[in-house]
């Protein structure tokens, strides 16, 4: 993302405080960054700690007046940014915007800028479900530009727990990359996504299990891009150690079977389904319903397998449907991508080496061969883990 340039605009609520932490990480990364403060937001956060953490200035409507910037700086500042983000949006401005006002520099700003804009709300749940709160969501919606980041569940800054938690940092810094990469394009809208994610566990008493270092972040880093280009996405996903993702519906999990049932259950409502997860090819023969003493653990553990559910799906799979499935790899991972990808009637599979740095299991970044059923290739090099969920869906797209 180096080089990008990204416009923060901070409006007045106490989570103002937690978007120094999206600025401060985006600086870090080579993003250009600038951010426009209301009054209200200058209250809670300084401007001075958003223009060191900014690197590039902050400006508030003091600056708006000043005739020292050779153009109107709501001009300058719309034309220049790729992504513009509203983080925390009060009720104020989402009634400001859902009405078409410009009544000071972020305002003005969001009339005189194209790039698409993000939306992070915050605020008391009572105001968050306030009729005429929703009325003016639903209405600023309606404008493809805005793209949403709905208010999480729980403890507020006035100690109700409820709806109107502004989206985490992380979250929030997700869907910015992923805006960066589309420029706002949803061409998955309405387009139904199935994604398995994780490394399943096969236990053979209550302690003891068969598994591999699969973390999920490959299959959440696809359910994020999905979600973002539009797409109703169901995530079935093992133990993966992160929270469940806003607007996804999320199926949790642990066996093989588990997912099995799941994935046979929600594939048929699927336009694409992605098989990210690393499940067992094996399990134990006989499981234990009591801890097995030490003294008990058998010399060799006798195994059976278990359904191929890639296989499976791809004997089920209908014309319209899309089925794209991985092979992490050691070695040469061409050519047991190839013959995975005829014998499973896949129609494009990602070949990843799991023996590279930065690559594979537990890692922010991957690396893949793209290839799908008519033979194309094509190689995607090191990139973070949401960015190679991006091109795979285009290569899925393009085909």
């Known amino acids: 993302m180096k080089g990008r340039r990204v416009l923060i605009g901070v409006s007045g609520g106490i989570a103002a405080y937690k978007v120094c932490e999206v600025v401060s990480t985006l600086a870090k990364a080579g993003v250009e960054v600038r951010a426009i403060l209301t009054d209200a937001a200058a209250e809670f956060v300084t401007p001075l700690t958003f223009a060191t953490l900014c690197r590039l200035g902050a400006f508030t409507d003091k600056d708006f007046w000043e005739p020292n910037h050779g153009r109107p700086l709501h001009i300058l500042l719309g034309e220049w940014a790729e992504v513009f983000v509203i983080a925390p949006l009060t009720a104020n401005t989402l009634a400001k915007l859902a009405g078409g006002f410009a009544d000071n520099l972020l305002t003005n700003t969001v009339l005189a800028s194209k790039c698409p804009i993000l939306l992070a709300p915050a605020m008391n749940t009572d105001m968050w479900e306030q009729p005429a709160v929703q009325r003016n969501w639903r209405e600023v919606l309606t404008d493809g530009r805005y793209h949403a980041m709905s208010p999480g569940t729980g403890m507020l800054a006035c100690d109700r727990v409820g709806a109107g938690r502004m989206a985490e940092p992380s979250e929030i810094l ?79 999990l642990t066996s093989a079977e588990e997912m099995r049932q799941a994935m046979l259950e929600c594939f048929t409502d699927a336009d694409l389904t992605v098989m ?124």
């Open 174 to 252: 997700a869907q910015i990359e992923s805006l960066l990469y589309t420029k706002g394009d949803r061409d998955l809208a309405g387009k139904r996504v199935l994604i398995s994610a994780g490394g399943t566990r096969e236990y053979f008493d209550p302690v003891r299990f068969i598994g591999n270092p699969a973390t999920g972040k490959m299959g959440i880093a696809l359910a994020r891009a999905a979600l973002h280009r539009g797409a109703i996405v169901t995530l079935v996903h093992s133990i993966t150690g992160e929270v469940p993702l806003l607007g996804v519906r999320s199926i949790a």
């Open 276 to 399: 990210a997860a690393a499940v067992a090819d094996v399990k134990p023969t006989e499981y234990h319903s009591q801890k097995l003493p030490k003294r008990s653990l058998p010399d060799a553990l006798e195994l059976t397998q278990v359904p191929d559910i890639l296989a499976e799906l791809g004997r089920l799979k209908q014309s319209h449907q899309k089925l794209i499935g991985f092979a992490a790899q050691t070695g040469d991972i061409v050519k047991p991508a190839l013959e995975k990808l005829r014998v499973k009637k896949l129609d494009v599979i990602a070949a990843n080496a799991i023996d590279k740095i930065g690559s594979g299991f537990g890692s922010d970044t991957n690396q893949a061969i793209l290839i799908n059923a008519e033979g194309k290739q094509v190689e995607i090099a090191s990139c973070s883990k949401l960015a190679m969920a991006h091109r795979l869906f285009d290569f899925v797209m393009e085909g």
